[in-house]
């Protein structure tokens, strides 16, 4: 085939070209660290890279929500545990009161209920750190407990967050937990301590010794709760196992489609840049060719 | 032989070999000029006066050429310069839906949901209701900002096939021009042949199409569609009549007198075809998907939404609205209410009361991003984004492989005709010595002759 001096000019461009846009678009990787920025490079490892950048902006969400959840439910852990050692003082208190103090002793004895059902209510009006009653169901901004009587404002319903793909778990106990009957009349703890207080101020051991089973009951619920709590807290546990599962899982797919191999663009690009030289040497090397023949 | 019959013979030999000299010169002359195919002459022997004797006489100069591979050419042209514009315009529109990050739409998707599922862990913080906000807000964001771009890169490939219509109008009438300067005067110049065989290969590069010579000499270049473009000496006007196009952009016509025809659609090669594709069937694609998305996702979550209570009023408010008539990627925008005002944002269940923690629409928005709410109720939202944000880039990197296969195509032609009809210096050297060489050998001939007449003459 006849080679034009046209021609071989055209092959050293073409080659130079070539050559440059290669060693262009290493250093383009190396330099940004990203080797697949559209679907045009590569269509299914870009889909695949999308989706997993999907899955980490969502868990990214649950980390927060998790943590979040999980602080709430440990301060209401808390709050139990000093609700729960109200009960146990009480039944302390109702024990003694109910068998061979005297009535000076019962008023002392009620005051001290008194003190200890306050206590107890202040523990079940508790405020997570973002202002939101721990125990509330129906205003976040109304304590759920009145503050005198104990009474309970609100439903039985655990609220749940979203921790994982199709997951829910609970986040937050409701204060219909310390509930010992629905009623009507609805009674909780702390209308068992108010009766207990009345029943050591009117000097009646028998209505004291009567309260004594749903002060069982109160501690039990508490328990209960607590074990729930446990429960959610676990789940949470879980659900964060899984959620850096995910992380791993898609930092790994992020590496493989998305980010730049070092060495490999390092390697790419001394490559490119030898060919580039290569390229242009044998381009001079035409063209001197082409001058020889014309001297 | 008579005296003067050598010196004839001599004066022919001088010619014959000073146009060979002429020949090479024009060749290396033109060695760069653009499409110039190089020219040969031949030398015939003839008898003059007794048959010991004899001349010689000129055959040409013609051009090396095939017509087989010219037209092979105009076609490999044509599929270039529609791969090449297909390449460049919808390298063009996948950066335009793609935003930034290439995946802008699909990360924004994924950060409302984010910001919903935070939300059910704390329906009373503000901070969380703005940030659920300012998600909301992104996504309409990206919606229009890919709208906008698609949009702009359609009327972007209108100015594009305005200027290539301006451009193949120009070269249809220099076509036609060349066809009456050749046939007017057929042995006139064997590069008006090559000028129009290099309009015909560059119009091919931006129609499509071909040429053919007819019997007369005159060049024909006809389009998909059996519209014709050049007709001997006349040739058409090709236009972009704004706004007839069934996409609603620009319609190529091809005006010859009173006919007038719509090529838009039957184009098949060339660069303004590569552009319609982009413009009137991929982008018109992924601007009709997004539309669809932004309506199916606003619908679902406006559904859920109105459903559920704020913090401080009653229910069936929307977070979605449009700025003007229906919701489309370019209308959809935030409620101003809400916008101003995150406390709005309903995360609790309706007949919760005000300032209620209940998180249970909240929940349910955020279950949502599992809902296949799209793609006729077989996608999910955020595999919708992908598909689409994914066909443009699935159409641009098939034009990125066409454009490699037919630039191999084109180049391999072109060493072909170049092996055949390119200039080569070291040859045109070599030919123009030989035929120097000769002319002063006859010269030399013509001398002696002269001399022999000079000796005649005295001795006379």
Known sequence: MRITERRMTEIVNASLEKTRAEAAKKAQELSSGVKLTRASQDGVGWAEAARARARRLTADAHESTIARSRERLQAQEGALAGIGNVLERATEIAIQGANAATGDSRTLLADEIRRLMSAGIQAANTKGNDGEYLMATSSGTTAPFDTGTGAYSGSSTVREVDVGPELTVGAKVPGSVLQLSAGPPVVNIFTVLDRIADALEANDPDDVAAELDNLEQGRENVANARGDIAAYLAALQQADEARSDTVINTTQIFDDNVATDVVEAATGLARAEAAVEAARVAGQQMLQLVAGFLR | ?460
């Open chain 2, 1 to 460: 032989m008579s005296i003067n019959a050598l010196l004839n013979l001599g004066g022919n030999a001088i010619l014959a070999h000073n146009a060979g000299v002429a020949t090479a010169g024009k060749n290396i002359a033109n060695v760069n000029t653009e499409g110039y195919q190089r020219e040969l002459l031949d030398l015939r022997a003839t008898a003059v006066g007794a048959p010991i004797l004899g001349g010689v006489r000129i055959v040409g100069p013609y051009r090396v050429n095939t017509l087989f591979l010219a037209r092979r050419e105009e076609d490999a042209s044509g599929q270039k310069g529609y791969a090449s514009a297909s390449a460049r315009a919808l390298e063009a529109a996948e950066r335009a839906v793609g935003g930034a990050t290439g995946s802008d739409l699909v990360d924004a998707i994924s950060e409302l949901w984010g910001g919903m599922i935070e939300l059910s862990a704390a329906p009373l913080d503000l901070s969380t209701r703005e940030k659920a906000v300012n998600a909301a807000r992104r996504l309409t964001t990206v919606f229009q900002r890919a709208a906008e771009n698609l949009e702009r890169e359609r009327d972007d490939a209108d100015s594009r096939l305005t200027a290539l219509a301006a451009e193949a109008t120009e070269l249809a009438a220099t076509i036609s021009d060349l066809n009456h300067a050749i046939t007017v005067d057929p042995g006139r110049d064997p590069a008006l042949h090559d000028r129009r065989d290099l309009a015909a290969r560059k119009l091919a590069e931006i129609m499509g199409g071909s040429a053919r010579i007819d019997p007369d000499g005159m060049m024909r270049f006809v389009v998909a569609g059996g519209v014709v473009v050049v007709d001997g000496t006349r040739s058409a006007t090709v236009t972009i009549s704004a706004g007839t196009a069934p996409s609603g952009y620009g319609a190529i016509e091809v005006i010859d007198g009173d006919f007038e025809n719509d090529v838009t659609a039957t184009l098949d090669g060339g660069k303004m075809a590569g552009e319609v594709r982009m413009r009137d069937v991929v982008a018109a694609d992924a601007a009709s998907d997004l539309d669809a998305l932004a309506l199916s996702l606003a619908n679902a979550v406006n559904t859920q939404h109105a459903a559920g209570i704020g913090l401080t009023d009653a229910t069936s408010r929307n977070l979605f609205v449009s700025s003007s008539g229906a919701i489309t990627a370019a209308t959809l925008g935030l409620s101003s209410d809400i916008d101003a005002d995150p406390r709005l944002l309903a995360a609790a269940a309706a007949g919760s009361g005000t300032m209620s923690p209940d998180n249970t629409n909240a929940l349910a928005l955020a279950a949502l991003r599992t809902s296949l709410t799209t793609g006729g109720g077989s996608r999910t939202a955020t595999d919708e984004a992908i598909r689409i944000l994914g066909a443009v880039g699935q159409a641009a990197a098939n034009a990125q492989k066409d454009e490699e296969v037919e630039d191999g195509r084109v180049a391999s032609l072109a060493e072909l005709r170049d092996s055949l009809s390119g200039v080569s210096i070291e040859e045109e050297m070599t030919r123009l010595a030989a035929f120097r060489n000769a002319a002063e050998a006859a010269a030399t001939f013509v001398s002696t002759v002269d001399e022999l007449l000079r000796d005649l003459v005295e001795r006379l």
